[in-house]
C-alpha cells in the first residue's frame, strides 16, 4: 500500500496548487473546496506511509 503515496501527494499536491490560482483570481469558494481536498489528500498520504 506505500506504493501509493507518491500519488496521493502528487493529487494533493496538484489540488492545492489549483487552490493557490483559484484564490489569486478572486474565486475563494473554489479556492477553498479544492484547499480542503488537498489537505485531505496530504492526510490520506500520511495515514498510507505511516501505516
Do not use: K, P
Amino acid at each position: 500500500m506505500s506504493d501509493y503515496v507518491f500519488l496521493i501527494a502528487l493529487l494533493a499536491g496538484v489540488l492545492l496548487l489549483g487552490a493557490w490560482r483559484e484564490y489569486a483570481s478572486d474565486n475563494r469558494r473554489d479556492a477553498r473546496l479544492l484547499a480542503a481536498l488537498g489537505a485531505g489528500g496530504m492526510m490520506a498520504g500520511t495515514a498510507v506511509w505511516l501505516g
